[in-house]
């Protein structure tokens, strides 16, 4: 069917704003999805809403996602902003892309209504079963009634799983490793196992979903396609509801930091959903991606992962000092909450090419307290990061760990360099144990008796190695000074104990 045809239906009342109306179709799809490029196999008209539309420049990357993918021609509907975007227009002449406008009183399902019995039978049966299920999910329909719907429809059951394990909806033996399978794949969709998995939307996975659906798909990948743009779909209308949430925690955080009173403080938190009477806890988080120089920034992608790791009722807000995320303890304490991101960590882990570094408050109560638990947790991200990913807590930033987190890499690796070197050559030259004796020297305060029961020497020996340390070093373990620069030089080279 052409464009031109498209046109000349009178009770449609579609203008084309630029394009060949000569341009050939062979189906419809429908979505609202940012980049939908995978999910498009060639020849389609393409009705959106502009949901996905927030600011000029988002039009040329969702353009260039269609023209990539061999798409015919767009139709835009004005429903959702009143009108068609000029940025849109200009990025589909640039593209050589037809763009149709879709006036208001024009449903997508009117449209599609129209059009579909002018095409062949085949191609109707999938539209009308594409439109079916993206309309359930606009008239506000689950996660679960749309997994009911595409078993219906579709024959098709599976379940949706977080980058981390988590399980959003759906039923699966074991999260876990399609986790794994999901964050390690070259290429989606993959078979695993039992499932066949896609990726649901484009962004990073460290803080994506994967749809595991029941069998081989791999030969019918097309369906895995399109139930996965349903996801995509109602993931995309959580992640509108959690902008505002956003805003509301950045207000929070820049208030608290700025010394607001007590009585706005309050007022915030209850806007944050969290009572002032309550506990809670604040983790600040990145996810940095050493040597990539594309994609969300640490802060950013560090927000994304934790709101997926701690649920829908936690949001995060990302700014230059990481993301920030104030966590209700209803139900749970921080040693709870500490866990369920280490078990988040670990899993992510499979990404070769991201960390995650999470500092976490101790419990808090009460408006005051926001700013010190926000200072807190950046304190224990800082040094999560310094030791090269991982979660560290309160109660392991007030140590000499802090303290050492807050001096440059560099300058810790000459300090423990100048002083242990000596050890370590000699150790290399005649396969000795000054530098591991050293060590278990100090974690025994002292102790020549304990050391050696330790090392499973005699004392004697314990005595002849610390000597030998110390004419090798210059230094004296008599002396608390010189245990300190040896005790902190060996935390800095981690050596074998």
Known sequence: MRISDLLTIDDLRLRLLTGDPAREFSTVHITDLPEPGRYLSGGELV?????????????????AALA??????????????????????????????????????VSFRTLAETVVPRLAGDVRDALGRHRRLVAAIAEGADLRELFELTAAELGVTGAVVTASG????????????????YLTAPRLPVKVGGHTLFAVGRGHRAAGWALACDGDLMDRADLGYELAACVGLERS???????????LTEQLVVAALGGADVAELNARLRTCGVDAA?????????????????????????GQVVEELLGREVVAAAGADGAVAVVPLRRSTTAELADRLRAGAAVLAALPDTRLCAGLSGALTGAAAVKGG???AGHARRLAEARGGGVVTSDEI???????????????????????????????????????????????????????????????????????IEELTGRDLSTMADRVDFFLALRDTAPPR
């Open 237 to 247: 209308r959580v992640e509108e509801g959690r902008r505002v949430e956003r805003r």
């Open 47 to 63: 009705l959106t809403g502009l949901m996905w539309w927030h600011a000029p420049g988002d039009s040329a990357r969702f353009v």
């Open 278 to 302: 309550e506990p809670y806890a604040i983790v600040n988080i990145t996810a940095p991606r050493p040597g990539a120089t594309r994609g969300p920034d640490p802060a950013t992608l560090g």
């Open 68 to 105: 990539e993918a061999g798409v015919a021609a767009l139709g835009a509907g004005q429903a959702w902003l009143g009108h068609v975007p000029g940025d849109l227009v200009t990025a589909c002449a640039d593209a050589g892309l037809p763009l149709v406008e879709v006036p208001v009183e």
């Open 374 to 376: 926000v200072e807190e």
């Open 166 to 181: 988590e399980m959003i909806v759906g039923t699966a033996a074991d999260p876990i490793r399609l986790a794994r399978a």
């Open 398 to 468: 007030y140590t000499h760990a802090l303290l050492l987190a807050t001096v440059p890499g560099d300058v810790r690796r000459s300090f423990a360099a100048r002083l242990l070197s000596p050890l370590l050559d000699y150790d290399r030259r005649h396969q000795s144990e000054l530098v591991r004796t050293l060590g278990i020297f100090l974690d025994c305060a002292g102790s020549w008796n304990a050391c050696a029961e330790q090392l499973h020497v005699h004392v004697n020996t314990v005595r002849y190695r610390v000597r030998r």
